[in-house]
């Protein structure tokens, strides 16, 4: 019996938008190569992965601008400065981020930044980035993970 490998990648989304939690359940359903997370603050999703394992964490986080608790920018700071978790991509959305603010974004380390309510095109730009890069294979015959960076 031959091996197929599939593609797989784990997003984690922080913050407690019902809009976002709804396009990214129905890229999930869409596309079964994808799994997504969800947390409600910055806070608690920094304590949960400085205790993950490397083949736990996700390979692309999603924050809101105006994270609870912990703002977005000291969140991607808190992140780039554990060694674990510094190569992890980071997607920022926000209706309201002053342009000074989207510059200080990416100088913390955010990957991109989507102006606005997150909706259907940031989605499609998110896709595209899973389809390009950041994904696991899966040995389905052997069930193995294996990370392909």
Same mark, same amino acid.
């Given at each position: 019996? @031959? ?22 359940? @129905? ?15 910055? &806070?608690? @999703?920094?304590?949960?992965? &400085? ?29 780039? +400065? ?27 380390? @955010? ?8 909706? +259907? ?18 040995? &389905?015959? &052997?069930?193995?993970?294996? +990370?392909? +960076?």
């Amino acid at each position: 019996m @031959a091996s197929v490998k599939r593609t797989f990648c784990r997003i984690l989304n922080i913050g407690p938008d019902a809009g976002v939690k709804r396009l990214l359940g @129905a890229f999930a359903q869409s596309d079964r190569s994808v799994s997504i997370d969800y947390l409600e603050t910055g &806070t608690i @999703a920094l304590d949960l992965l &400085t205790k993950l394992r490397k083949s736990e964490l996700p390979d692309i986080v999603i924050i809101p601008f105006r994270l609870p608790i912990l703002k977005g920018r000291d969140f991607i700071i808190e992140m780039r +400065s554990q060694q674990e978790l510094e190569a992890i991509p980071i997607f920022v959305w926000g209706s309201e981020i002053p342009g000074n603010e989207i510059d200080q974004l990416y100088r913390a380390g @955010a990957t991109c930044v989507f102006l606005g309510q997150f909706n +259907s095109v940031h989605l499609n730009a998110l896709r595209q980035f899973v389809s390009d890069s950041h994904v696991y294979e899966e040995e &389905t015959e &052997t069930g193995s993970l294996i +990370s392909c +960076s």
